[in-house]
């Protein structure tokens, strides 16, 4: 797209900007004037206001834009104060993004007279996503007319040039591109990633990057010209709002500041470098143009002044402001969830038995007629086969291609997608091939979809379901087999599913439906068909449509006799997914000694019912199908006898897989790798006889 500069800017803009400009400049040098007192890292926006107040300038109220952690001008741009900004910069109680948890120019905003802002995180580029996923939902909002704008809204992510090389990125790209989303990718470009230089960085610049991406439109602006920055973004906009295709504007810009208040710019930059970015400052160009066109210079000294004196008076009144209550330090890590308790019907009379791969399809079928705001995207899942598993077969084609479709190779953008979706409204419902291939999507879960309610006070928390087949069963090999739940378990902030039959299954997804959180839900492969010997009991009764099972709610599906329990005679086994039918078998020998426990949730996790068992039985062994060391099953052990340790007879034990670092294809070597019921037999028949 050709830059075509003809439109007037009014001088009310451009004094408005150049005011902008004044504060964030005082803002800057007064955090350097007091680096005792504005001891958490930061970055300013200097040398980049011109681009960010453009850009500011022309958002609605209907549109959402991601700023990156040098965009404070940006936030001035659409209406935030100086006081508010440095609240969070001082990480103070009252800050109006994260409530003190997150750095400066970290925003999350629902504001209804402004622009909305998800959260994102400080890694650079892992914004493209999610926020590609906001534009992904407004068009599915506007496909099925869910809701009516006043104006077509407009999606903006910021980002740094540097972090294009972000694999992430090109993901993002590559899905906008393709689907045509409405979204502007604003790239600035100071030339310098902390230390690491253009040249060192990448062989060209975001636009020439770009142009592989059929389909996405490119722009070119000095950024350090408002007038110009005013007038591309302007038409940049005006063309993703009217004609609902994606943009790139590679904004060149300079750094006038720190990379960061931790990272100085004397740490890495020489005088001529120094000299060569302050000539191009964004307010010196302003303000020689303003006097140009007849501005009076008093006027302008000014506002410089008046600048000054706000951003003080604002500083001062933020040190005073109070810090948050340390009490208040785990509020908000989830959203409150309106399932608490087990409803509907489980076992209709006279219904019929389905496999675990039918109760997903049905309670995805049954949720999707109900919801319009759900949708389920992956590889595979579409029509053509629903599934390398067959778990989405028939919803391709009962539901169209625009709710039930199919992705490229890309977990990053399948798992990192739901955090914008999430955040307009929809309910997206996501698969990973395989537990094996969930790696490339870790840092979307981790750094943005976990963090997201907890560092935005609750006001973005990611209501996805995230569908992963796991586990190992009959030659799948390395990387088709794998268990990955401590991975997953120790990330802060997710919900996490393990269903080992039909009826826990159906319930559980609806659960995971109206929960407005993450979940995981993890489904073994070697249950779905209940083809594996041994797991015929994975088929249940359907439940009703209205049956809900709650997370956190584990089961005892197998009762020791209450005279041995008496007599200390007996012990309890504590497991999940495939683990329940070793249980089943393992126990057939030892006439009512042992009671098994399904936890059927890892998060949350029914401890309460498995400490008053265990205290019961005072023998205890978990049992996982993962490797062992440093594993769930080892940690929850660990807190079972630090919570029942005067009630043991003997030390909780574990048993899990061998501690290879991949699943063998070879069966005979997979079943010496595996635990099994033979194996649980001779454990439990050993502790039995303490």
């Known amino acids: 797209?050709?830059?075509?500069?003809?439109?007037?800017?009014?001088?009310?803009?451009?004094?408005?900007?150049?005011?902008?400009?004044?504060?964030?400049?005082?803002?800057?040098?007064?955090?350097?004037?007091?680096?005792?007192?504005?001891?958490?890292?930061?970055?300013?926006?200097?040398?980049?206001?011109?681009?960010?107040?453009?850009?500011?300038?022309?958002?609605?109220?209907?549109?959402?834009?991601?700023?990156?952690?040098?965009?404070?001008?940006?936030?001035?741009?659409?209406?935030?104060?100086?006081?508010?900004?440095?609240?969070?910069?001082?990480?103070?109680?009252?800050?109006?993004?994260?409530?003190?948890?997150?750095?400066?120019?970290?925003?999350?905003?629902?504001?209804?007279?402004?622009?909305?802002i998800i959260h994102q995180s400080s890694a650079t580029g892992m914004?493209?996503?999610?926020?590609?996923?906001?534009?992904?939902?407004?068009?599915?909002?506007?496909?099925?007319?869910?809701?009516?704008?006043?104006?077509?809204?407009?999606?903006?992510?910021?980002?740094?040039?540097?972090?294009?090389?972000?694999?992430?990125?090109?993901?993002?790209?590559?899905?906008s591109a393709l689907h045509q989303l409405p979204i502007i990718f604003l790239v600035q470009d100071n030339e310098w990633g902390i230390s690491v230089t253009?040249?060192?960085?990448?062989?060209?610049?975001?636009?020439?990057?770009?142009?592989?991406?059929?389909?996405?439109?490119?722009?070119?602006?000095?950024?350090?010209?408002f007038i110009e920055s005013?007038?591309?973004?302007?038409?940049?906009?005006?063309?993703?709002?009217?004609?609902?295709?994606?943009?790139?504007?590679?904004?060149?810009?300079?750094?006038?500041g720190h990379h960061t208040s931790g990272v100085r710019r004397e740490f890495y930059r020489d005088d001529e470098d120094l000299a060569k970015h302050r000539s191009k400052d964004p307010g010196e160009i302003l303000r020689n143009q303003l006097l140009d066109s007849g501005v009076d210079e008093e006027l302008l000294k000014q506002i410089t002044k008046k600048a000054r004196l706000e951003a003080e008076e604002a500083f001062e009144k933020a040190k005073n402001a109070e810090d948050p209550k340390p009490e208040t330090v785990m509020d908000h890590i989830f959203a409150p969830t309106p399932i608490n308790e087990e409803v509907g019907t489980r076992e209709p009379q006279g219904g019929e038995?389905?496999?675990?791969?039918?109760a997903a399809i049905h309670a995805i079928q049954e949720l999707m007629w109900k919801h319009p705001e759900a949708l389920l995207y992956g590889q595979d899942v579409g029509e053509r086969i629903g599934g390398v598993f067959r778990e989405t077969v028939t919803l391709g084609k009962k539901f169209g291609s625009k709710r039930v479709f199919n992705?490229?190779?890309?977990?990053?953008?399948?798992?990192?997608?739901?955090?914008?979706?999430?955040?307009?409204?929809?309910?997206?419902?996501?698969?990973?091939?395989?537990?094996?291939?969930?790696?490339?999507?870790?840092?979307?879960?981790?750094?943005?979809?976990?963090?997201?309610?907890?560092?935005?006070?609750?006001?973005?928390?990611?209501?996805?379901?995230?569908?992963?087949?796991?586990?190992?069963?009959?030659?799948?090999?390395?990387?088709?087999?794998?268990?990955?739940?401590?991975?997953?378990?120790?990330?802060?902030?997710?919900?996490?599913?393990?269903?080992?039959?039909?009826?826990d299954f159906k319930g559980l997804l609806k659960a995971a439906y109206y929960d407005p959180n993450p979940v995981i839900m993890l489904e073994h492969k070697g249950l779905y068909w209940s083809k594996v010997p041994g797991t015929e009991d994975a088929k249940t009764v359907e439940p009703a449509e209205d049956y809900i099972l709650p997370f956190g709610k584990g089961k005892v599906i197998i009762e020791a006799d209450k005279d041995e329990t008496e007599n200390g005679r007996t012990l309890l086994v504590v497991t999940y997914g495939m683990g329940v039918y070793w249980a089943k078998e393992a126990v057939k020998n030892f006439n009512g000694r042992v009671e098994v426990i399904d936890l059927r949730t890892l998060i949350p996790l029914d401890e309460e019912l498995v400490f008053e068992r265990v205290r019961a039985h005072g023998k205890c062994i978990v049992l996982t199908e993962e490797q062992l060391?440093?594993?769930?099953?080892?940690?929850?052990?660990?807190?079972?006898?630090?919570?029942?340790?005067?009630?043991?007879?003997?030390?909780?034990?574990?048993?899990?897989?061998?501690?290879?670092?991949?699943?063998?294809?070879?069966?005979?070597?997979?079943?010496?790798?595996?635990p099994n019921a033979e194996k649980l037999r001779e454990k439990i028949d050993g502790m039995l006889k303490y």
Not at 478 to 499: D, F, R, T
């Open 127 to 175: 914004q493209t996503i999610p926020t590609a996923g906001v534009a992904q939902g407004i068009k599915y909002i506007e496909d099925f007319n869910l809701q009516q704008f006043e104006n077509n809204p407009v999606v903006v992510c910021s980002l740094g040039d540097n972090s294009v090389t972000e694999g992430e990125v090109s993901e993002a790209l590559q899905f």
């Open 407 to 503: 992705t490229a190779i890309q977990e990053a953008y399948i798992i990192g997608s739901t955090t914008g979706m999430s955040a307009v409204g929809l309910k997206p419902i996501v698969e990973v091939q395989f537990a094996d291939y969930i790696y490339p999507g870790i840092n979307q879960l981790i750094t943005e979809i976990s963090k997201s309610s907890y560092l935005s006070q609750g006001k973005f928390p990611v209501s996805n379901i995230i569908r992963v087949p796991i586990g190992a069963y009959g030659g799948g090999g390395p990387y088709h087999s794998g268990s990955v739940e401590s991975i997953l378990a120790n990330i802060k902030g997710i919900k996490i599913a393990y269903p080992s039959n039909a009826a």
């Open 629 to 674: 060391t440093n594993s769930f099953a080892e940690a929850f052990a660990h807190r079972i006898s630090r919570n029942c340790f005067k009630y043991l007879d003997a030390p909780v034990e574990t048993i899990g897989s061998l501690d290879t670092p991949a699943v063998p294809i070879n069966l005979a070597l997979e079943k010496a790798m595996l």
């Open 198 to 225: 253009k040249d060192e960085a990448r062989t060209s610049d975001a636009y020439d990057f770009v142009a592989g991406f059929t389909g996405l439109s490119r722009m070119r602006v000095d950024g350090t010209d």
């Open 230 to 256: 005013f007038e591309v973004m302007k038409k940049a906009v005006d063309f993703v709002r009217n004609e609902r295709k994606p943009l790139v504007v590679c904004a060149k810009t300079v750094l006038i």
């Open 1 to 116: 797209m050709e830059n075509t500069l003809h439109e007037k800017v009014s001088q009310d803009i451009l004094l408005k900007a150049y005011n902008h400009m004044m504060l964030a400049k005082a803002m800057a040098d007064i955090y350097e004037e007091n680096r005792n007192v504005t001891k958490y890292v930061h970055s300013t926006s200097r040398g980049h206001e011109a681009i960010q107040l453009a850009t500011a300038y022309q958002l609605k109220k209907e549109d959402w834009v991601s700023p990156y952690y040098r965009d404070e001008s940006v936030l001035l741009g659409i209406g935030f104060e100086p006081y508010q900004l440095m609240l969070q910069l001082l990480a103070k109680a009252d800050d109006p993004f994260s409530g003190g948890r997150s750095y400066y120019s970290h925003p999350s905003s629902r504001d209804e007279n402004k622009p909305k």
């Open 353 to 358: 038995k389905i496999v675990m791969v039918d």
